[in-house]
Structures are given as structure tokens and as C-alpha cells.
């Protein structure tokens, strides 16, 4: 992940590809049966287990999923996005997200990026949070750039670190 400035500016992120297809819902992303605790870490261990057992282990900081239509489709659970933070995935690129995990994914600082991207597992993926665009080797696929104060709100780390900083406590 680069940073800009002083501030934690997110300008690009580039990391390696994992990839998954539609309608990844949240109880593949996290399973249920690790909601009894709030312990994060158990969650990042966890994470992508309905698909991958062995996301959690091989994925690296700064990696970046790549998916298709309606990520994060299922219940409202927020642990969804923090276990895929807490696990080290920088950003989530998908053709489309379901409504409540793109705002969570954003209330708790995960990145997002819609984009229809073909790519392979393992491929390094390039993101311009700031453009909305993706490259995979030579290739730029335009995606939908984040609204400015949705953009705000990730670059200060979530939702909470955000209101913080509006009111001079951060």
C-alpha cells in the first residue's frame, strides 16, 4: 500500500490477486460460527473459509480480492469487512457489492473499487483509489470512483477515525 504526504492518504495500493465469483456472501466470508466472539484477529484467521480454507494463511498484506457480481451479499454483519481488513486485503475490487457490506467496508476502512476486471489468481492487481481504475499487466479497466466523502471517510481510517478527526480528537 503507498501513502502520500503526511496524512494517510491512500493514492495506490497494489498487491496480489485473489479471486472469487459472484455472489460471495458474508457467511462464506466469515462464518457464522466465529461470531461468538469479538475477538478481530479470529476473524482474520478465519476469513474466506466458506471458499478458500487456505485464504487466511497465505494471504499477504496489501493482496487484493478481485471478484464478481454482488460481494458481500447475506446478513449486515460488519465482521465481514474488518475480517478481511484484519487479514490484510487492501482493497476488494467486484463487479458490483451489496449495498450494506460497501458501507460497512467503508465505515471501517476497507477499500473498495466497482469494476468488472478479468484476471487470474496471483496476478498483481494495481489500484487507483483516487481514479477508480484497476490495471492487470498492460491492461486499465475503469471502474465507479468513490464519491469524495465516502473517499474522506477511507482515507481516515473508517467511519469513527473520521468523526474523530471532524471533531479535533484525532
Not at 26 to 47: C, F, M, N, Q, S
Not at 80 to 91: D, N, S
Request: charge should be positive; hydrophobic fraction near 45%.
Amino acid at each position: 500500500m503507498y501513502y502520500a504526504g503526511t496524512a494517510n492518504v491512500i493514492i495506490m495500493i497494489m498487491g496480489k490477486a485473489w479471486v472469487f465469483g459472484d455472489d460471495v456472501d458474508t457467511d462464506v466470508i466469515i462464518p457464522g460460527k466465529y461470531l461468538r466472539t469479538k475477538d478481530a484477529r479470529l476473524w482474520a484467521e478465519h476469513a474466506m473459509e466458506g471458499l478458500d480454507p487456505q485464504f487466511a494463511c497465505q494471504v499477504q498484506k496489501g493482496d487484493v480480492i478481485v471478484a464478481g457480481r454482488n460481494f458481500g451479499s447475506g446478513s449486515s454483519r460488519e465482521q465481514a469487512p474488518r475480517a478481511l481488513k484484519g487479514a490484510g486485503v487492501a482493497v476488494v475490487v467486484a463487479r458490483s457489492f451489496a449495498r450494506i457490506f460497501y458501507r460497512n467496508a467503508i465505515n471501517v476502512g476497507l477499500a473498495l473499487i466497482e469494476a468488472d476486471v478479468p484476471c487470474q489468481k496471483g496476478e498483481i492487481v494495481q489500484v487507483d483509489i483516487a481514479e477508480g481504475s484497476v490495471r492487470v499487466g498492460d491492461k486499465v479497466y475503469q471502474g465507479t470512483r468513490l464519491p469524495d466523502f465516502l473517499r474522506e471517510i477511507l482515507e481516515d481510517g473508517g467511519l469513527v477515525a473520521h468523526r474523530r478527526r471532524q471533531k479535533g480528537l484525532a
